[in-house]
């Protein structure tokens, strides 16, 4: 697993290290196609956005086995956006990005989770925009599609299959990664509004505050 940001603009967009170019140039496409239709404030982010993305990640890894041992949240001055704020979560041991022909679907379809349990944050709080975390999006689809290519019908066509898939990524991906959220609640809005007080949690305090996560039926 990776550490996670919200390089939530065109020009900063955070891609896990080792990701194919093509997934990279998506990533570019998405931003470019997004600012064209909606503008600069389809990327601006709240204070309050980013902390509930951040807690959305922290969250959504608990319940799927990550440990974080540190979450804090900045803001810094991006022309023309104005004041961007962002926040990173750091896991105790990076492990890199453990996708491919080897892992198990699950493991994929959890570390899917993880990656758009930011989004997911935003949006059970009705923060998200248009811009919202299209780097995590882009990443967090593609692994669902690798998923799906080990699950599929090799008869299927090419336009069966990306239905397949998209099919699986809504149903076990982003709907699993709101379930959770919404399901522990409590802890969520525990995390959001200490992250409101102090700007950061990190060691034992974190720890506890993510040992009341419980699992879901997915």
């Not at 758009?116 to 780097?135: F, H, Q, T």
């Amino acid at each position: 697993m990776f550490t996670v940001s919200t390089g939530n603009l065109p020009n900063k967009l955070q891609v896990p290290k080792g990701f194919p170019p093509e997934t990279i140039a998506a990533i570019e496409h998405a931003a470019r196609d997004t600012f064209v239709r909606h503008g600069v404030s389809a990327f601006q982010m709240s204070r309050e956005a980013a902390i509930s993305h951040e807690a959305g990640h922290a969250v959504v890894g608990a319940h799927e086995g990550v440990n974080f041992q540190s979450i804090r949240i900045f803001s810094r001055s991006m022309p023309p956006f104005g004041t961007v704020w962002g926040g990173w979560c750091a896991e105790d041991n990076d492990r890199g990005h453990p996708i491919g022909p080897d892992i198990s679907v699950e493991s994929e379809l959890s570390i899917a989770r993880v990656t758009i349990a930011g989004l997911a944050g935003e949006a059970v709080c009705r923060l998200d925009k248009p811009g919202s975390s299209l780097d995590e999006l882009e990443v967090s689809r593609r692994i669902g599609f690798n998923a799906a290519f080990k699950l599929a019908d090799p008869a299927l066509s090419d336009a069966e299959y990306f239905a397949y898939a998209q099919e699986l990524w809504h149903e076990r991906v982003w709907r699993v990664a709101v379930a959770i959220l919404c399901e522990n609640w409590e802890p969520f809005m525990r995390l959001v509004e200490h992250l409101q007080r102090h700007g950061k949690i990190k060691g034992s305090k974190l720890r506890t505050m993510l040992a009341q996560v419980r699992r879901i039926t997915s």
